[in-house]
């Protein structure tokens, strides 16, 4: 059995703490999670491995994307096997409109079974009603970047030689 902690990321705490059973798959995860957030469920997801600083990793989307049916999926990680240890990451991306991003960890392993699975044990916050605005920020190139395509590489000094009488009408 897994206990599950998703965060909501927003500036207020939205927080649920859910127990599974460690041998669903990623598919199944992503509808208990959506669920459990007040969502259907019937956008498009993916959950992204990421490292113990959040940084994302490999995509693992809802459906097979590859052309001969033999790449990764949701639903054929499973639990225990993408996630074999406590303080293990997932990155969650739920409806690529509004880009839900949820931050899923690991926070125990433990060898009881139950039969009322899948089951919030903890629900904090509210869902806003609107998905927070993403913030895209680029890296810089720094001064490599700058040398090697410097602003005055691309002035072209003669760019008025063009007059309107070389070009007819319509």
């Not at 927070?132 to 490599?144: I, L, W």
Request: charged share 30%; net charge negative; hydrophobic share 35%.
């Amino acid at each position: 059995m897994y206990k599950i902690r998703a965060i909501l990321d927003t500036e207020e705490d939205v927080i649920r703490t859910i127990l599974v059973d460690n041998t669903i798959n990623l598919e199944s995860l992503h509808t208990i999670i959506a669920n459990s957030f007040g969502f259907e469920g019937h956008e498009m997801a993916s959950f992204y491995r990421a490292d113990e600083n959040w940084n994302q990793g490999e995509e693992i989307p809802l459906f097979n994307m590859a052309e001969a049916g033999e790449d990764i999926s949701m639903q054929n990680c499973i639990l225990n096997e993408t996630l074999p240890e406590e303080n293990d990451k997932l990155i969650y991306v739920y409806d690529f409109l509004n880009m839900w991003t949820f931050y899923v960890d690991v926070i125990e392993i433990s060898q009881g079974k139950s039969k009322d699975l899948p089951k919030t044990i903890l629900s904090v916050g509210e869902i806003p009603k609107e998905a927070p605005e993403k913030q895209f920020v680029a890296e810089e190139f720094g001064s490599d970047f700058e040398d090697e395509f410097g602003d005055d590489d691309f002035i072209d000094e003669d760019f008025d030689h063009f007059d309107d009488s070389e070009y007819p009408e319509y």
